[in-house]
């Protein structure tokens, strides 16, 4: 797997009925919900963390010799996290200006 499609599986661009954009009501055209659409970014980011911790047991007990595709699924691991901690970050931004406005 190389890294644009490892980023584009974990941001949920792509999928199997075909890309998702969000319209202007937060929706995505599958109807998903922003909170589901970001948890389901933080499932992802789990599941790339739980596969970078396997191969690194895997390389330490022998079981995997190829060092490339351990370095691989710890820079998913890390990218994954990366895009949920900004996420996040723009998600508390954005409250924080709401929070902000005077009514």
């Not at 490892?6 to 199997?16: E, F, K, L, Q, V």
């Not at 699924?73 to 406005?101: F, P, T």
């Amino acid at each position: 797997m190389n890294s644009i499609t490892a980023i584009n599986a974990i941001s949920g661009i792509n999928n199997a009925a075909g890309a998702q954009t969000l319209d202007t009501v937060g929706q995505t055209d599958a109807g998903a919900s922003f909170k589901e659409v970001f948890e389901s970014l933080i499932d992802k980011a789990n599941e790339t963390d739980a596969v970078d911790q396997q191969a690194n047991l895997n390389l330490m007990t022998g079981d995997m010799n190829n060092l490339h595709d351990v370095i691989i699924s710890g820079e998913e691991a890390d990218l994954a996290l990366r895009l949920a901690v900004q996420v996040r970050n723009k998600v508390v931004d954005a409250y924080s200006e709401i929070m902000r406005m005077q009514i």
